[in-house]
């Protein structure tokens, strides 16, 4: 502090100023924490969204390709009972041109216990899917209606479930 002229003159600044300044600063400090973490957050969360919806949406095309063309299954025909976890589709395939021997196929879906459906085609294995946590089927009378859920990955897991039906179609004899 300085005298002059008989008054006592201040520098620097009160402990109330520094206080407010320190609480301002907090709170700029705590919207950009917070804008921060909900940037991250909702990133990872549409990507998380995004990995699931692709996920079921490529297992769920692989599914209606075989189910277009299946004219059985090993499902009940039960339209009551529950959905199985599991398929198994044939069908004969008459359209080879230049042969007069049709060809019979046979297609079945699992999924297995790391969350990867696989598809075995006329014997050989594939993965169609990944992420997907739960499969189920059912069937009534010539419709097969499916439903899918995948789990995106991360940290704010995104779930995403699709179901549809598919008519299967006739048996042709020849």
Excluded at 51 to 65: E, P, Y
Excluded at 79 to 87: A, R
């Amino acid at each position: 502090m300085h005298i002059q002229d008989g008054k006592m003159k201040q520098k620097g600044f009160t402990l109330i100023e520094i206080l407010v300044v320190m609480l301002i600063g907090g709170m700029v400090m705590a919207a950009a924490l917070s804008t921060t973490y909900s940037v991250v957050v909702g990133s990872d969360r549409s990507r998380s969204q995004m990995v699931a919806l692709t996920d079921v949406a490529q297992a769920a095309r692989r599914i209606k390709d075989d189910l277009i063309m299946a004219q059985s299954t090993d499902l009940s025909l039960d339209p009551d009972s529950d959905p199985v976890p599991s398929i198994s589709l044939t069908w004969i395939d008459q359209t080879r041109f230049g042969s007069s021997n049709p060809t019979a196929h046979t297609s079945s879906y699992l999924l297995s216990s790391n969350m990867m459906l696989q598809r075995t085609y006329d014997g050989k294995v594939g993965i169609v899917g990944r992420n997907i946590t739960s499969l189920g089927f059912t069937q009534n009378g010539r419709v097969i209606n499916v439903v899918i859920t995948a789990t995106g990955p991360k940290i704010r897991q995104q779930k995403e479930t699709l179901k549809f039906s598919v008519q299967m179609r006739p048996v042709v004899i020849p």
